[in-house]
Every structure is written in C-alpha cells, then in structure tokens.
C-alpha cells in the first residue's frame, strides 16, 4: 500500500480557515488596505485547503493502486524524427517532433538526436523558406490527419459531427498543418490558390471549422513568406489574417490574431519600420496590479497545471526531508509562498523527530520588498503552529551574482531546492544558468525539484520555431476556453491571453537574438544540460503520482488532461499535449 508522509487538517490564519481560497487576511497588513502579491502568487486558500483535504492530499494512507495512466501512456510508439544531429556537446537550440507518450525505460541516448545549433545565435538570421525538415516538422503535427483526400478527412469530420462536438483547437491547426503540406506541391499565384482553394476542399467540416482552417492556412502562409523576408507577399496574407481574426472570437481566430500581431512586427524589425514599444512592458504590466492578480488567481482556481505540479513537487521534498531536524528550503521563485503552509503544518505535525528549524531562502532578483512580505505572513503562520521557523532574502541583481556564502547553508541542515518556472528565464543567457546551477551543486541538496514549459520554442530557424509556438498555444487557449470559457471567467481569460500569453507569442516570434528572451526547451535538453553537473534523476513515488492523478480529478476540466511519464519525469499536458515538466534531481 502506497503511503504518504502525513495529513493534512484544516487550519486558521488571521481568523480564516487556510487552504486555496480568497485569503483577504493574507492579501492585508495592519491597516487593512489591500496590498498587491505577486502576478503569479497563489492566494487562493480556501480552495487550498478543499484540495488538501477532500482529494487525498498528504492523506496517511492510499489506496493499493498506482496512478491511473493509461496503457498508451505507459507504452509509445516512436514517432518520425528529422535532422538527427549527434550530440557533440550540449545545446539549447533543438528541432523537435510533437512529444508521444512516453515509455519510460527511454534511454538518454534516444533523446539526443536534433539538437543541431549553439546557443549563441548571430543578431540576424538567413532566410527561412518551409524546408523540407520544415513541412516534415508541420507534417508530423498533421499526423492526426492521415491523408488529405476527400473521403478520409470527411469520415474523420463525420465522427466528430456524430458525437456533436467541435474541433478543437490544435485539432483544427493540424487539419490547417496537413492541408498546407499537400497544397505546398501546388505553386503558382499563392495568393489566388488561397481565395479559390477549390482542390483542397474540407468536406464534411461544419461552415466555422472549414473557416478557421482557412484562416491558419493564410497564417501558414503569411509565415512561410516572413521566412524566405518576401515581405510585401506576406503583409497581403496578414491582411487576410487581420481582417477575420480577432482577440474576441472563437479560440482560433484569437490565437490567429496574435501570432498574426507578432509576424506583423517581425516584418516592421527586418523593414526597419519597428518603432519599438511605449513604456516598459514588464514594468506596465506590474502597474496593472490588481487586475493581473485576479486573472492569476482565477488561473490557478481553473487551470489544473501548476496545482498539480505544486503539490507533486512539495509531497517529494517532504519525503526526502522526513526525518531531519534542521531543513533548509532555497526557493528560486517563491512568489506568494502560499504553497509552503502546506509544508510547514506537515512538519508541525510530525511526531517523529520534531524540526528544530525550518528555513526558508528565496532567492530574487525582482522586488525585494514584496518577497519580504511573503516571508513575514510564513512567519505568522509558523508562529500560530509553534514551528522554529527563520526567512531569508537573497537578493541579487543578476543570478550570476549568487555565490555560496550568500545562501548561508549551516554544516547540519538538510537542504531542498525549488526551481518552479526559473531556469528556462536564464537560457538566453547561459553565463547566468551555469554560475547558478554551480551554487547548487556546492549546497549538496538531497534533492531539487524543476519545474519547466515542456516545449522547443528556442529553435534558431524562424519557421521552426513558428510551428512548435503555435501548436503548443492552440493547445494552451483550448484549455482556457474550456477552464474559463463562462461569461463570468471570460475577462480573467482574455487578460491572460492578452497580457502574458500574447506577450510570449510576440517576444518569441517577432524578435532575435538578445531580445528574445521567451525560450522553452523540452526534457531531454535539461538532461543532457544537468549530466555536465553530475545530477542524477530520481523517480516519483507512487503516493506522489496518485496524488497528482486525485488533483487532476478534482478540476471539471480534468478529462482533458494528461499525465504522462517521461523516464522519471512526470510530463503534465492537455489532450495529448505537453505543457508542463516536473522532475526531481540529487548531485552525486
């Protein structure tokens, strides 16, 4: 029988229950002005404690079963791969396929091939038409689309109009990805075979979905152009774009929207026309506040991925920090902090070799002073638990200033590190990634748990790089339309689309070099990229794979996601689609 380390009771803070809720206490200092946390903070404590305790969390015993992945997601077909490049020695910059479920006796080596350039890339790139490696990566995407003749594509269409339900959205861009590829043999006047595509029709596809099919073609399209800088014949496809595409309609039409934002900007930097941008938009978007807040909070309220990588990830460094005294957590990007309470009352409660201490470290190179206050509401909430608790602050004002001494690491503590979302952030600037995965290493820590976006959005070819970014968002926005799709989630929806996922598509797929900063690679990178320091992967528990199937189970949208294992990682993705990594790690 698989069993967890402890339970989790119910618990007050400020006069109101604990958990994942509306924590106004928490969001209040003495005065009782509302002061604003974090964008990505987690505030929501009652529905915390509602997902402690009705689903199993940190519960003394479970069920004698492991999680329920699927028999496809135990066993994977290996899929067609192109440009397999041997791994000299290792790379950010990759070209990948769509990820498979994964079995998980995988071997490093079947991970390595496609990683093809260096990091360092040259401030401006050569032309990029839709290569054949291109079409083959476009391709694979469409794989779900066998052929594109009549009959087939309308059996498939039929299927779904049986059961009454829609294409999705990256459904809908792998039908627009195969139709491409068989049209891409036609050439001639582009632009007339668009308006009058009578050789490709979609038949048996309702009037809207046969629309917006049409509408990634023209982005296809717009993009193809962009690549081989035939500029002026990409502007008449995004103007096509522009005028069907909106941030209001349907979910392809507001992913077609931004994509067809940002090649518009490509087009104005390689013109010289870009006037760049007004104010700073890190900076704006922080001025925003309040209204940001709540469209963080109401992601995490409906949106399963970070829970489930959050709660996986603590219930592992519980397990390896079980019976130690003093313990010492380095947070990398502690944000509200929230996620600790849980850690804490599992201490608290523990019966056995009570902690003499527990420390936590974050680490920041944002706003001191917000991470400050984080530590001062943990402390509160140690103190109400009698738990010896002390909060440090590190802050620096790039990583690769962080040194050892800064982190204060007495001889007899046991440490953990937490790197939620962080690491992909320093790939633009590899310098910074080494001097802190180098810190780590000289901290000894039995383990260090990493979060990360599970995808390639750091390919040197434009039109690679294109392809992935929009397959892995139709997903994402196929998910927010299904989570947040009702009338009184949809501003909350449209605020994230807008301001942080919009800005990724821009920052990604508009510019170059040092500028773009928005880079994601997959698991396999990460492994070669943590083997230079010697770490070594460990495997997830049962009672944490179980913990993150009842966490997915307790979401209505919960169907639509998957959980997957990758070797020993735990692969987090939307109907099929990988969005998040989690993975645990010891030096040796």
Not at 210 to 226: G, I, P, R, W, Y
Request: hydrophobic share 40%.
């Amino acid at each position: 029988m698989a069993e967890a380390l402890f339970s989790f009771e119910p618990f007050e803070f400020n006069g109101i229950q604990g958990g994942y809720g509306t924590l106004e206490g928490y969001e209040k200092d003495n005065s009782g002005k509302g002061k604003q946390d974090h964008l990505f903070g987690i505030e929501d404590w009652e529905e915390f404690e509602s997902l402690c305790s009705q689903y199993g969390l940190f519960q003394e015993s479970i069920p004698d079963k492991r999680a329920h992945f699927s028999k496809a997601q135990q066993q994977q077909q290996q899929s067609p791969r192109s440009n397999h490049w041997a791994l000299d020695e290792l790379q950010f910059d990759t070209v990948s396929t769509p990820i498979q479920p994964i079995q998980e006796s995988k071997k490093l080596e079947d991970f390595q091939a496609g990683i093809k350039e260096p990091l360092h890339e040259p401030n401006r790139e050569k032309p990029y038409p839709f290569s054949l490696s291109s079409l083959e990566l476009l391709n694979n995407y469409g794989g779900g689309v066998k052929k594109l003749k009549r009959e087939n594509l309308s059996n498939i269409s039929n299927e779904i109009n049986a059961e009454r339900q829609r294409l999705s959205t990256e459904e809908v861009m792998r039908v627009a990805g195969a139709r491409y590829v068989e049209f891409s043999s036609q050439r001639g006047d582009d632009f007339t075979l668009h308006m009058h595509p009578f050789g490709f029709a979609l038949m048996g596809l309702s009037q809207e979905e046969t629309k917006d099919v049409e509408l990634v073609h023209f982005l296809l399209s717009a993009a193809e152009k962009v690549g081989c800088q035939q500029f002026e014949r990409a502007s008449r496809f995004l103007t096509r774009c522009e005028w069907i595409a909106s941030d209001t309609g349907n979910p392809v039409e507001r992913i077609v929207f931004y994509f067809a934002k940002a090649l518009r900007e490509k087009i104005d930097r390689e013109t010289g026309h870009f006037k760049g941008f007004k104010g700073n938009g890190r900076k704006d978007l922080m001025g925003l506040g309040f209204a940001t807040n709540l469209a963080s909070i109401a992601c995490h309220q409906d949106l399963p991925f970070i829970q489930v990588t959050q709660f996986t990830g603590i219930q592992a460094i519980v397990e390896h920090v079980a019976l130690s005294g003093k313990i010492h957590l380095v947070d990398l990007a502690i944000r509200s902090g929230v996620q600790w309470t849980v850690l804490m009352q599992a201490l608290a409660d523990r019966d056995e070799s009570p902690v003499s201490l527990l420390k936590i470290t974050a680490v920041t190179t944002m706003d001191k002073n917000h991470v400050e206050e984080t530590g001062k509401r943990l402390e509160s909430f140690a103190k109400s638990l009698n738990l010896p608790f002390s909060f440090n602050v590190v802050f620096v004002t790039e990583m690769k200033e962080l040194k050892e001494e800064l982190l204060a690491v007495e001889a007899e503590e046991v440490v953990a590190v937490y790197a939620p979302l962080v690491l992909r952030s320093m790939i633009p600037r590899p310098d910074y990634l080494d001097v802190l995965m180098r810190v780590i290493k000289k901290l000894s820590p039995s383990i260090m748990v990493v979060t990360e976006v599970e995808a390639n959005h750091n390919s040197p070819s434009f039109v690679t790089r294109f392809i992935e970014a929009l397959f892995f968002y139709s997903a994402f926005f196929h998910c927010l339309e299904v989570c947040m799709g009702s009338t009184t989630k949809s501003q909350y929806r449209m605020m994230t689309e807008a301001m942080f996922f919009g800005e990724g598509i821009r920052n990604m797929i508009a510019a170059e070099g040092e500028e773009r900063v928005v880079r994601n690679v997959k698991m396999d990178v990460w492994r070669a990229f943590f083997s230079r320091f010697g770490m070594v992967e460990m495997e997830f528990s049962e009672a944490s794979l179980y913990q993150a199937s009842l966490i997915i189970k307790r979401f209505a949208c919960g169907s639509c996601c998957s959980l997957e294992k990758d070797g020993k990682c735990l692969i987090v993705g939307w109907k099929g689609t990988p969005i998040h990594s989690l993975s645990a790690w010891k030096f040796t």
